[in-house]
């Protein structure tokens, strides 16, 4: 499945973000290619979230070059915004709002026109089989269908770039399985997907991992060629055996 | 614009689908207004008093009956010893006991000098004093009904109380009330539903979208313009029918410091929602960081001038007392708008303080 061919739609350079004197991110530098799902792995507190903010908007960096879909972080930021989707552990739909009124909602906000949003939401219903849940208030519905209602509402601009911020924490193993189907989906559509996660067998599914430890990137690339090179059986091991030398 | 309305609908959803919300909007000032209307009233009637009469002749069966007859007393008991006196306090009916001494009319004609006991329970001091003052109104009374023949020279005062005849206290309150409900309304509804959104992680997604802050903030805030603007028009209007408290002014001046007052609030709202990003203490902060110095230290029922130097240096930090000055000043003096320009200024500084003040705190947090 890697393009390696294909063009670069993220690029960091040397990325630096400081919080006083703690050093989130230190001198990262990537590349993620149009169309690949990109797995950003690491412990928590390694850096994972404040690199996928930075990426968004959601927070300035202390230096480095950024670009994401071709756009600079710093001049460019409504241009990137309305390239990218976002969907963080927390699924951000409105429990007080319908299925339906949170699919107006931020398609609406992203410019979709009412017949575009009917259209979709028409589509999504079918596809997500919960059709006769569309005027249920979001707070009655289970946490797999909500889960699986943010990711599609991330996307229902057509980003080119969506950010999963752990998309999967707190799903039971089917419903992250059934998740990720989604997200091959969407990636099949063109969509690229940068995906933060602590759950190492889901590093398995993606196209290239990075992964961080303590602020820096320690390894990055192919799952198959990280454990050829690590000589683990599984990425928990490569995991383990790159926190491991991290301590000695 | 059309992403701003959308976001406008929805904010009026997240209100109208929480009946909790809808109380605070519009059952908190209705039984506020009546509450404070009806219970806070300086005028007392029907007290239980005790009298001790000694002397029991003609002068003290008039005082008496004029005492019982005035409309503010009710006697509770006649009492016959001096150890009485501290029992029927004790039992807890009778807020005022007046003992006449031994011989009063007797002395009176005679010496020109009778004696006369008001004892008060003063428990419960506002009370007592009132109906000290009350018993002093009967007696000089009296004694001015004696004389009347006799005195050459007299002063007769004629007091006129402007601009609130009456004396209802409710004409203070509800200007008060105004400025108490739209504070609460603005400053605590605001500051919840922001916080609301950071709590739900659904702020972040509206930054990651192309919508401009600014357009996040008005969008959040501008329902509650519109509701507190609404609750405004309530009090004035149940404050006119039910109390009688009029708008001699300018109606249309009224509303317009109202919703300057208002955007005040609620750009103070803001300020609260940006220094924190939970619910429970932009409550904390909104109610006991605003709603008691409101209440105590913007002259809503304390007189400022009688306050203790550096607590009135802090009312003078407080909107809402520029705000009650302003309304008083329109609904009971009919003032125009030459008269409180001061105070309008004031008022429009402190929004674009608060307004400046949350731009930067915004724009450090993203940083």
């Known amino acids: ?92 739909l409105y429990d007080d709002l319908t299925v339906f009124e949170n699919i107006r909602f931020y398609a609406g906000i992203y410019g979709l026109r009412k017949k575009e949003i009917e259209e979709r939401t028409k589509v999504l219903m079918e596809k997500l089989d919960m059709k006769e849940a569309r005027d249920k208030l979001i707070r009655s519905i289970p946490l797999g269908w909500k889960q699986k209602l943010a990711f599609s509402v991330a996307i229902i601009h057509n980003p080119k770039i969506v950010f999963l911020d752990e998309p999967t924490g707190g799903v039971d193993p089917l419903t992250r399985r059934q998740f990720w189907d989604m997200i091959f989906e969407a990636s099949r559509e063109g969509i690229t997907v940068f995906v933060t996660t602590h759950y190492m067998d889901e ?42 030398a991290k301590v000695n | 614009m059309k992403r701003f309305l959308g976001f406008v609908v929805k904010e009026f959803y997240h209100i109208f689908r929480d009946y909790r919300t809808l109380l605070i909007l519009f059952g908190i000032p209705a039984i506020q207004l009546l509450l404070f209307g009806y219970v806070i009233t300086s005028e007392i009637r029907d007290a239980r008093i005790a009298i001790f009469d000694q002397s029991k002749d003609e002068g003290t069966r008039k005082i008496s ?76 009374n009296y004694l001015f009904s004696l004389n009347a023949e006799k005195i050459p020279m007299q002063i007769v005062p004629e007091v006129r109380m402007m601009y609130n005849s009456e004396m209802k206290g409710v004409f203070m309150f509800v200007p008060g009330l105004m400025a108490m409900l739209l504070m609460l309304i603005s400053a605590l509804m605001t500051s919840l539903s922001i916080t609301r959104e950071k709590e739900l992680g659904t702020m972040e997604l509206l930054l990651v979208s192309p ?66 990003s939970s619910q429970q203490i932009a409550m904390m902060l909104s109610l006991v960081a605003l709603m008691l110095p409101t209440i105590l230290l913007s002259g809503f029922i304390f007189p400022v001038e009688n306050m203790p130097v550096v ?49 930067k705190k915004f724009k450090v947090r993203l940083g």
Not at chain 1, 44 to 54: M, Y
Not at chain 1, 76 to 88: A, C
Not at chain 2, 117 to 136: C, E, H, K, M, R
């Open chain 2, 65 to 140: 009956e004029k005492v019982l007859s005035s409309g503010y007393f009710i006697l509770d008991k006649n009492l016959s010893s001096t150890k009485e006196i501290e029992q029927v306090f004790r039992q807890g009916n009778v807020k005022l006991v007046l003992i006449f001494g031994p011989d009063f009319s007797k002395n009176l004609n005679k010496t020109g000098n009778a004696k006369v006991q008001i004892i008060g329970d003063a428990s419960d001091p506002n009370t007592a004093n009132i109906l000290v003052n009350y018993i002093q109104g009967i007696l000089s």
């Open chain 2, 311 to 359: 607590l009135q240096w802090f009312c003078h930090i407080m909107p809402p007392k520029y705000y009650i000055t302003i309304i008083k000043s329109i609904m009971l003096q009919g003032n125009g708008f030459s008269y409180i320009a001061f105070e309008t200024g004031i008022l429009a500084g402190f929004t674009m303080l608060f307004i400046f003040l949350s731009v």
């Open chain 1, 1 to 92: 499945m890697v393009k390696r061919q294909a063009e670069n739609i993220i690029v960091v350079k040397d990325l630096v973000k400081k919080f006083g004197s703690f050093i989130a991110n230190d001198h990262l530098s990537f590349e993620v290619k149009k169309g690949e799902i990109f797995g950003f792995l690491g412990a928590n507190g390694a850096g994972k979230t404040t690199a996928i903010k930075i990426l968004c908007g959601l927070s300035s960096p202390t230096s480095g070059k950024l670009t994401v879909g071709g756009f600079d972080i710093y001049t460019e930021r409504e241009k990137i915004k309305k390239n990218i989707g976002y969907m963080s552990q927390k699924f951000s």
């Open chain 2, 211 to 276: 919508l401009k802050p600014v357009q996040i903030i008005i969008g959040k805030v501008f329902p509650y313009v519109f509701l507190a603007f609404l609750d405004a028009c309530i009090i004035i209007i149940l404050g006119n029918t039910v109390f009688g408290v009029p708008v001699v002014g300018s109606v249309a001046l009224l509303l317009f410091e109202s919703l300057l007052f208002i955007c005040m609030a609620l750009s103070l709202g803001i300020l609260i929602s940006t220094i924190t």
């Open chain 1, 203 to 244: 590093a398995e599914y993606c196209d290239r991992v990075s992964i961080m430890v303590d602020g820096k990137i320690a390894a990055l690339d192919t799952p198959e060629n990280l454990k050829q090179q690590y000589l683990a059986a599984s990425m928990n091991d490569v995991f383990l055996k790159l926190a491991r």
